[in-house]
């Protein structure tokens, strides 16, 4: 199956910093999304990312399925983008199972 | 508003008392799957449907059971609750063709 790794596992930024996560794949795949949990534990879905560049407002995503990663990108922090994000890509076949990362921890500090 | 719609949000139960968690889209969307998330462990899917009448296991179905009557709800039921199923669960829909994945806020099930 998929393996989906993300990088780094933990970030602490101060507020107005900006940075970049990643997400690599093991296989092509479909579907590709960026989800923010936030500390209250929902799922926010930030980015629907097959392939290509999509921003929303600070915040903007690539894929390169070509080469089997994904960026996050978050410009101007701010406290409220604190929490985990992961990636997660569709398993095909039967099951439409979504594999998701492992996350990486972001703080955003006052 | 398009969403996933999960009741209750928290639960807490003693073992062996059957609970429902109710899920319910108004997407219009074919799929719909539940998931379980633990720490350490991610998130794991326990139960998928394709459609109307068609459900399958995941890869952590043990104690659980679903059904699909009507396209909009999902509900995951547990019949004889025990203490390793307190988790934070994930009710997520989906279109059979390309597009992404929206997930329900969760509900946080306490087993003692």
């Known amino acids: 199956g998929i393996q989906v790794e993300q990088s780094p596992p933990d970030l602490i930024l101060q507020e107005g910093a900006n940075s970049t996560l990643r997400c690599n794949f093991s296989?092509?795949?479909?579907?590709l999304q960026w989800f923010h949990q936030n500390p209250w534990g929902q799922l926010i879905n930030l980015f629907y990312?097959?392939?290509g560049t999509k921003q929303n407002g600070r915040l903007s995503a690539t894929t390169v399925a070509t080469e089997r990663y994904s960026l996050l990108y978050i410009s101007s922090s701010q406290t409220t983008d604190s929490g985990v994000y992961f990636c997660?890509?569709?398993?095909?076949?039967?099951?439409?199972?979504?594999?998701f990362g492992t996350g990486t921890l972001l703080a955003v500090q006052p | 508003e398009a969403q996933v719609t999960q009741n209750p949000r928290y639960l807490i139960t003693v073992t062996g008392k059957k609970l429902t968690v109710t899920c319910s889209q108004n997407?219009?969307?074919?799929?719909m799957s539940w998931y379980r998330q633990d720490p350490g462990l991610g998130l794991r899917q326990i139960y998928y449907?394709?459609?109307?009448?068609?459900?399958d296991k995941g890869d952590v179905p043990e104690g659980y059971k679903v059904s699909r009557k009507e396209k909009r709800n999902f509900p995951l039921i547990l019949e004889s609750p025990s203490p390793n199923q307190t988790s934070l669960y994930f009710c997520?829909?989906?279109?059979?063709?390309?597009?992404?994945?929206?997930f329900g806020s969760g509900t946080r099930l306490t087993v003692v």
């Open positions: 997407m219009n969307h074919e799929y």
């Open positions: 997520a829909s989906s279109l059979s063709g390309p597009g992404g994945y929206t």
């Open positions: 296989d092509s795949v479909n579907n």
């Open positions: 997660a890509a569709l398993y095909g076949g039967a099951t439409n199972k979504l594999i």
């Open positions: 449907s394709m459609n109307v009448e068609v459900t």
């Open positions: 990312i097959p392939s």
